[in-house]
């Protein structure tokens, strides 16, 4: 039976700014996202029909995930599907940190099955929108601009390979309570530098720039990753939330990822 291997990277955001509430009860946001070379594994090997599910090294809800809600989207967009799929997922994105774990499980199977069922990359995109927030940036991977709710993408130049190293806490933070902290917040916190740049910037290796709306707020919240961004700190010089949290990150030299190439598309 020939298994296909499908990658699910992990991302981080280096640019992130939270704009008011919008009238469908999203937050308009603004975002660079980046890849990096932490990854899930799905190993994806075709049945007579349905959909078979399981996760190693990890704990995900075998009912409710990104996985099987991107399955049951695909087939309610194009039809029943004529083959069924085993997939086996390889757990290694901690959850609730921040850095799209299932956000990119659930595109790396949009790449898998879009060219196949005959989904346009735009279709694919929308579809991906639907699943999650994240979820279109991570169908395309590399250095992407976010921007509306995570449905507007935009592929970038890639920048220059950096080195990215990761700690986080042993308890995740809810994006909910996260967007909470921020809409009772008087204002919302604000960089004097537009997105693009922020982009520029980095292009030109200098990280000063990375900006998160989360960071004060959740550090104000959450003692455990108040601790982590000043020991990341200490050690590395800069250390910045990615996402909602409570990942934190910080670019060094010898940090054990890297930045990665966007994906091919179709």
């Known amino acids: 039976m020939r298994v296909h291997i499908m990658k699910a990277p992990a991302k ?68 029943k599907l004529p083959f069924g799929l085993k997939i086996v997922l390889h757990k290694n994105i901690p959850v609730s940190a921040g850095l799209g774990g299932g956000s990119s499980d659930a595109a790396a199977l949009i790449r898998f099955l879009a060219p196949r069922v005959g989904l346009s990359l735009n279709d694919a995109l929308a579809l991906a929108a639907e699943i999650g927030s994240d979820v279109p940036a991570l169908v395309l991977g590399g250095t992407v ?8 993408v935009t592929a970038l130049k890639p920048l220059p390979e950096m080195h990215v190293e990761l700690s986080w806490p042993d308890a995740g933070v809810s994006t909910k309570d996260a967007y909470g902290w921020l809409d009772e917040s008087s204002q919302l916190p604000e960089t004097g530098l537009s997105i693009m740049d922020c982009y520029n910037r980095l292009q030109s290796n200098d990280i000063s720039c990375i900006f998160n709306s989360f960071q004060e707020v959740v550090k104000s919240k ?12 200490a050690k590395y010089g800069n250390a910045h939330l990615t996402g909602s949290g409570g990942c934190v990150y910080s670019i060094t030299p010898g940090g054990r990822y890297r930045f990665l190439p966007p994906f091919e598309t179709w």
Not at 24 to 48: A, C, F, N, P
Not at 145 to 150: A, D, V
């Open 222 to 233: 959450v003692k455990k990753v108040e601790d982590l961004l000043d020991s990341m700190h």
């Open 145 to 152: 601009l976010m921007e509306g709710r995570g449905d507007k």
């Open 12 to 79: 981080i955001n280096l640019f992130l700014e939270v704009k008011g509430r919008r009238e469908d009860g999203y937050h308009e946001i603004r975002s660079i996202v980046q890849t990096i070379s932490l990854m899930d594994y799905l190993k994806i090997s075709y049945i007579e029909n349905g959909l078979q599910f399981e996760c190693r090294n990890g704990t995900v809800d075998p009912e409710n995930n990104t996985i099987t809600r991107t399955f049951l989207a695909i087939e309610k967009k194009v039809g």
